[in-house]
């Protein structure tokens, strides 16, 4: 099976330390989203990419969160500063979409992410 | 706004009754409606989705229907057993031609033995 691979695993770091998250979508997807899990808020859209080009980060904190897609193999959610309240599960979730049209989304294995 | 809400938010069962969950969403214009079960501690992973094309979609013991004017989806699972146990969260897209992917709050299934 095809498979979003998401790099690391597990993450804990300290308070105002740079965190990069990196995701690997399914070859040939041209759609890429970034959600954060915490118990309180569900699934919560981040940020997400068509054909490379970022369509939507309205959900990121600016201040501190950035989304990039510098190839079609790979995409980045980085946080400077990270702050307590960061600590959540970062997935990434990638899929094909044309003419309007959705064939679904895979979601990666998530990267939790403990900011103490 | 940009939101779907899911109820219930827990859902206990005996084993081999069914189990149904419902979302509402609130574009018009919204047109895909996927399903997702995460298991503690893994993914959510994709169970069944359906288009606006269509009413009702089944895949073995799993079903959903769309009341397309009413903006309501719903998940029916039948005969359910213990390993259908997990977390379900629906999903609809917003947004024309961004046509995000919005996800409801989930709903905690607990099928008991």
């Known amino acids: 099976d095809a498979r979003v691979t998401q790099t690391p695993r597990h993450k804990v770091t300290e308070m105002g330390q740079e965190v990069t998250m990196r995701c690997q979508p399914i070859?040939?997807?041209?759609?890429v989203f970034w959600y954060r899990q915490t118990m309180m808020q569900g699934l919560e859209l981040l940020a997400y990419?068509?054909?490379?080009?970022?369509?939507?980060d309205s959900g990121m904190p600016k201040d501190r969160f950035s989304a990039e897609m510098p190839d079609a193999t790979l995409a980045t959610l980085k946080i400077q500063p990270s702050e307590p309240r960061d600590s959540a599960v970062y997935f990434c979730a990638s899929g094909f979409m044309t003419g309007g049209f959705n064939y679904g989304y895979t979601f990666g294995s998530g990267t939790r992410l403990t900011v103490v | 706004g940009e939101n779907v809400e899911q109820h219930p938010s827990t859902l206990s069962v005996q084993e081999g009754d069914s189990a149904v969950i419902k979302c509402t969403y609130s574009?018009?214009?919204?047109?895909?409606f996927p399903w997702y079960k995460q298991e503690l501690g893994k993914r959510p992973q994709l169970i069944i989705d359906?288009?606006?094309?269509?009413g009702e979609k089944k895949d073995q013991r799993i079903a959903v229907t769309l009341n397309k004017t009413a903006k309501h989806f719903s998940l029916h699972i039948t005969e359910t057993q213990p390993e259908d146990s997990a977390v379900y969260f629906c999903?609809?897209?917003?947004?024309?031609?961004?046509?995000?992917?919005?996800f409801g709050t989930g709903t905690l299934l607990a099928v008991q033995p």
């Open positions: 359906i288009r606006s094309n269509v």
């Open positions: 990419f068509r054909n490379r080009a970022p369509l939507d």
């Open positions: 574009d018009s214009a919204s047109n895909y």
């Open positions: 999903a609809a897209n917003y947004g024309g031609a961004t046509n995000k992917l919005i």
């Open positions: 070859l040939g997807h041209n759609t």
